[in-house]
């Protein structure tokens, strides 16, 4: 069974970083597309970044762009999300999520293409 455990969140001043991780167990990591979601209170769910199973492409949502990097590495099982120049917006619930990819190069960046996710870990920056 897929697990997925995400790491890294806390409270940050506006224009910090965080480093956020997920790590992967129980699935064959480098044959799934991951991304990044992130919830705030009383918003619908959003893709934050993708990434295809070989980190070659990328996509990000506009808001993060410039600022957001995502990237994995497939001998650690682990995905990665940099964040810096951090915003009050950015606060949220960030979950990683991941699913089956038999084509290299395609990412995923709406929810429902996802068949796994975490528990979720909290970023919250202040003003």
């Known amino acids: 069974q897929v697990q997925l455990v995400e790491s890294g969140g806390g409270l940050v001043q506006t224009g910090g970083s965080l480093r956020l991780s997920c790590a992967a167990s129980?699935?064959?990591?480098?044959?799934?597309?991951l991304g990044w979601f992130r919830q705030a209170p009383g918003k619908e769910r959003e893709v934050v970044a993708a990434?295809?199973?070989?980190?070659?492409?990328?996509y990000y949502t506009n808001s993060v762009k410039g600022r957001f990097t995502i990237s994995r590495d497939n001998a650690k099982n682990t995905v990665y999300l940099q964040m810096n120049s951090l915003k009050p917006e950015d606060t949220a619930v960030y979950y990683c999520?991941?699913?089956?990819?038999?084509?290299?190069?395609?990412?995923?960046?709406?929810?429902?293409?996802?068949?796994?996710w975490g528990q979720g870990t909290q970023v919250t920056v202040s003003s």
């Open positions: 999520a991941a699913r089956v990819s038999y084509y290299s190069g395609n990412y995923y960046y709406r929810d429902r293409n996802y068949n796994y």
């Open positions: 129980g699935c064959a990591f480098s044959s799934y597309a």
């Open positions: 990434i295809t199973t070989s980190g070659g492409n990328t």
